[in-house]
T-cell receptor, first 113, second 114 residues
Framework: NAGVTQTPKFRVLKTGQSMTLLCAQD?????MYWYRQDPGMGLRLIHY???????AKGEVPDGYNVSRLKKQNFLLGLESAAPSQTSVYFC????????????FGPGTRLTVT | AQSVSQHNHHVILSEAASLELGCNYS??????LFWYVQYPGQHLQLLLK??????LVKGIKGFEAEFIKSKFSFNLRKPSVQWSDTAEYFC????????????FGKGTRLSVIA
């Protein structure tokens, strides 16, 4: 039982390049989330999904797109990377909202030069 | 909209000192409250949570938190910290009912020195 895994762990992009971050969970969770963590800013929700085939915007969605084609995977895309997107990205999943705990992945450190 | 305030950005304590980290939230309805911990270089892990019942909640590693509804607070405490408690601590809240995502505070960095 791997829990929540993220690929890749590190990445360096040039401004304007695109990339996709992959999140996978093996706990049969309905909900999945993408956060970014920046110093002094805590975790900010980018997008989330309440089930296969559904996505919703979070607090800071601009410049990102997501897809949830399979229940176990949640993809985060950057179409045209900007230096402001330099951050650590965490994926999380939970059974449902409310009282259910979120399980976090190990994070992806992205640098955009 | 919900928001979470963590008053202390960085707390430095000696080993065996007592810890209290403040967390206040703004939301008019019933809430679920969480404390997560992030050890250096690791992902977030749940320390404890409150959703109903006894307002004093006990979590892992000797941590506890008290929900005071009248003060909109959910402060984290530990009687005696250890060097291994060095980490960043995040308070989070969501609405008790309905499908609303967690809102996190900005975090408090705890450094425990020997």
């Amino acid at each position: 039982n791997a829990g929540v895994t993220q690929t890749p762990k590190f990445r360096v992009l040039k401004t304007g390049q695109s990339m996709t971050l992959l999140c996978a969970q093996d706990m049969n969770h309905e909900y999945m989330y993408w956060y970014r963590q920046d110093p002094g800013m805590g975790l900010r929700l980018i997008h989330y999904s309440v089930g296969e085939g559904t996505t919703a915007k979070g607090e800071v969605p601009d410049g990102y797109n997501v897809s949830r084609l399979k229940k176990q995977n949640f993809l985060l895309g950057l179409e045209s990377a900007a230096p402001s997107q330099t951050s650590v990205y965490f994926c999380a999943s939970s059974y449902y909202e409310g009282t259910y705990e979120q399980y976090f992945g190990p994070g992806t450190r992205l640098t955009v030069t | 909209a919900q928001s979470v305030s963590q008053h202390n950005h960085h707390v430095i304590l000696s080993e065996a000192a007592s810890l209290e980290l403040g967390c206040n939230y703004s939301y008019g309805g019933t809430v679920n409250l969480f404390w997560y911990v992030q050890y250096p270089g690791q992902h977030l892990q749940l320390l404890l949570k409150y959703f109903s019942g006894d307002p004093l909640v006990k979590g892992i590693k000797g941590f506890e938190a008290e929900f005071i509804k009248s003060k909109f607070s959910f402060n984290l405490r530990k009687p005696s910290v250890q060097w291994s408690d060095t980490a960043e601590y995040f308070c989070a809240v969501n609405a008790f009912s309905g499908n609303t995502p967690l809102v996190f505070g900005k975090g408090t960095r705890l450094s425990v020195i020997a």
